[in-house]
């Protein structure tokens, strides 16, 4: 019981400072790593998260408590992750009804924009450290990631081509 409280906890407590679901990655790393899975568990669980379907936030909080606690580990995470933000959009989505014709409220946005960028960018980078993307295959498969994404190559279909040639290139060693 102790460890679904614990997860409970930490999932509302990261849900509650962070700002999106990227941006949470980094304070989830710093919170679970160590504590509920391992580094490699969760560059694995991010990686999962990308390519499938859906919100990564839940899908990342789900394979952390499934890891930590199984089946109750997973749905207690995910309802720590649900609960903040579904409570805080209700309130700001009423506050923002009552403002939107405001134009401080856009100039409010558009200064967000720039500090979600490059949390997101710091968490990537700290994620690519991790996973060991500092020789020089990490750097080509980086490479050649952003390559495809300039062209608009849809995300999920480099990651898992990334995956592939890591299985293909990595295993062989």
Not at 66 to 78: C, D, R
């Amino acid at each position: 019981m102790n460890i679904l409280l614990q997860l409970f906890w930490t999932f509302l407590k990261v849900n509650l400072l962070s700002t999106s679901g990227p941006a949470s990655v980094g304070l989830l790393y710093h919170e679970a790593v160590g504590r509920f899975v391992t580094e490699a568990q969760f560059v694995q669980a991010v990686g999962f998260s990308s390519v499938l379907p859906g919100s990564d936030a839940l899908q990342l909080a789900m394979y952390i408590g499934y890891a930590a606690g199984g089946v109750p580990g997973g749905l207690v995470a995910l309802m720590g992750s649900i609960l903040p933000p579904t409570l805080i959009i209700l309130g700001v989505t009423m506050i923002l009804h009552r403002l939107r014709r405001e134009a401080w409220v856009n100039s409010f946005v558009e200064g967000l924009t720039p500090a979600i960028a490059v949390l997101m960018v710091f968490t990537a980078w700290k994620i690519f450290e991790k996973g060991g993307g500092m020789s020089w295959f990490g750097w080509g498969i980086a490479i050649a990631s952003f390559a495809a994404m300039w062209f608009k190559v849809p995300e999920r279909f480099v990651i898992i081509i990334a995956g592939i040639i890591g299985i293909i290139f990595l295993s062989a060693s």
